[in-house]
């Protein structure tokens, strides 16, 4: 069984949306990918930091779906990593209240040596140093490295950012990400500077209007599923990069053809997502609501037209 | 060989967009629309009112294309409606500089004779007691009736509106009107309160994020292509219901499946629509273009995933 490992925050969030408000619970990229991730039966594990302050319950309930907590620090004299935000009513935008990095400031990431040769490694949004340092404790180049990023470190740490996005495979960021990192509007020409810069692969996250992931002259467009009710976006994003780079650990099948089964199975465990609060959703989520959420999938996207 | 009628405006545009300005060129609804459902063979017919400042080669250009133009009155002493606008630099929205109604404003449509039992109706965007006269004046209830309409005569004619959508197969708005016709946000609740309004299909245009068909609980999703250039946008939308209306009149027949069909379509003629400045590109449009295209859209959007 090939082997996923997972770098990002594991992080107290704290959200409120149109829809009601939560105090600090469980949060964090690397939360969301690996439950997102743990769908798919890989043996996966988290590289991360927390505070003396994070309840043991959270590890359990990832070590409970599988996903190993090895690789995440515990600083017991330092404070986990967390985020306060609220959404505004349309749930397309949000305003971050608090940004507290405590343990995460002088986070020095540390590959556990069962996880020293994965064949998936993605890299959770972070900063790029800290995704850099984790490339580098990687004696063999993995099948398949995904990164996520985003905007602040565009802003902030751009030589950085570039150093190890020209190291990865697969980038995974929205579409005013993409603009901003290449520098054109054209979604279409911005990954092909994309392209430049190393990954051969670049997925555009477009929130509720879908994902596009582009190779060479290729395109594939995973549609969001059109939902009644969308409670809390957060962590989506997160989710479907763990769908996407769960689907492709566990088929271990890196073709184009193969990842665009990876941004539909993306696509599919974010609509899950955004159903409840937090992580909520994602922990109880069971094999037949996926598998009938991807015959919805199917249904909306498939057509018969005879090209003449 | 099915008749589609066609109901909208034919006019004189002004458009700017970042890359260039004309001077009055053809537009309207009605043209945008019967230049699409042109590429179908279908028979097809405008109903709309001009002035005598209309040149008589728009009028060729249409019938050059079999557009049979005869219910197009021509009202020698006024001057034909006149819009003009300008593009923000996303193309996503634009500023109305000029809005002359001319001789829109007195508009009492003459269905000819020729197209008095339609198979296929087209409402363009107008004035729905316009709309609604046309609907009157046909004895036989065509096998589809399509309406386009904005949020303008949402503002300004609502219970006009009400009428004519009560009539009505198809209604095709805008995910922003969607909302505004329903009270939801929610896309999917939109279009289960617009069912209650008349229409039994629903599809909403999201521009360069695609179109949802809607019907009882099904739903289908036709994306845009994703393009290195958009020139300009003007039409986009009537070319999409062109494309929709000249596929279901080409093909006569009207299921839930053929629909998806129709909607690809529609978003395959629009994509080239976007590509020049107003009717440029849909006057010289190839079959072999167009089928090429739709190979293009099946590789955006087909997968292959198993369900298990």
Same mark, same amino acid.
């Given at each position: ?24 619970? =469980? ?13 798919? !039966? ?7 930091? @927390? ?78 140093? @800290? ?32 150093? @190890? ?59 969001? =599923? ?15 990069? !763990? ?22 199975? !993306? ?26 959420? =991807? ?14």
């Amino acid at each position: 069984m090939s082997k996923l490992l997972i770098v990002g925050t594991v992080a107290f969030d704290a959200i409120e949306t149109p829809f009601g408000k939560t105090d600090k619970i =469980l949060g964090g990229a690397a939360t969301y990918i690996s439950l997102s991730a743990s769908q798919f !039966g890989v043996e996966s594990g988290i590289v991360s930091v @927390v505070g003396g302050d994070f309840p043991k319950e959270y590890l359990k309930k990832l070590n409970d779906r599988n996903i190993n907590t090895d690789g995440i620090e515990i600083i017991e004299e330092g404070k986990t990593f967390f985020w306060k935000g609220k959404y505004h009513n349309d749930l397309n935008s949000r305003d971050t209240l608090i940004t507290d990095l405590n343990v995460l400031a002088d986070f020095n990431p540390v590959v556990p040596e069962k996880f020293i040769q994965p064949e998936f490694l993605m890299l959770g949004n972070l900063h790029p140093a @800290v995704q850099m340092a984790v490339i580098n404790q990687i004696p063999v180049r993995p099948k398949l490295v995904v990164l996520d990023t985003m905007n602040f470190w565009m802003d902030n740490t751009w030589d950085a950012l570039m150093e @190890v996005i020209a190291k990865i495979d697969v980038i995974t960021i929205n579409d005013e990400e993409a603009r901003q990192l290449s520098g054109e509007y054209s979604l279409v020409k911005a990954a092909q500077k994309i392209y430049e810069m190393g990954p051969k692969y670049v997925v555009i996250k477009k929130g509720e209007h879908g994902a596009l992931l582009f190779h060479e002259d290729n395109v594939f467009f995973a549609p969001a =599923l059109p939902l009644e009710e969308v409670f809390d976006p957060t962590g989506a994003g997160d989710t479907f990069a !763990g769908g996407f780079i769960g689907h492709m650990a566990k088929t271990e099948d890196i073709s184009f053809e193969n990842m665009k089964r990876g941004v539909i199975a !993306g696509s599919n465990l974010a609509s899950f997502c955004v159903e409840k609060f937090g992580t909520e959703r994602m922990e109880n989520l069971t094999h037949n609501e996926i598998q009938e959420r =991807l015959l919805q999938f199917k249904l909306l996207t498939q057509f018969d037209i005879e090209i003449g």
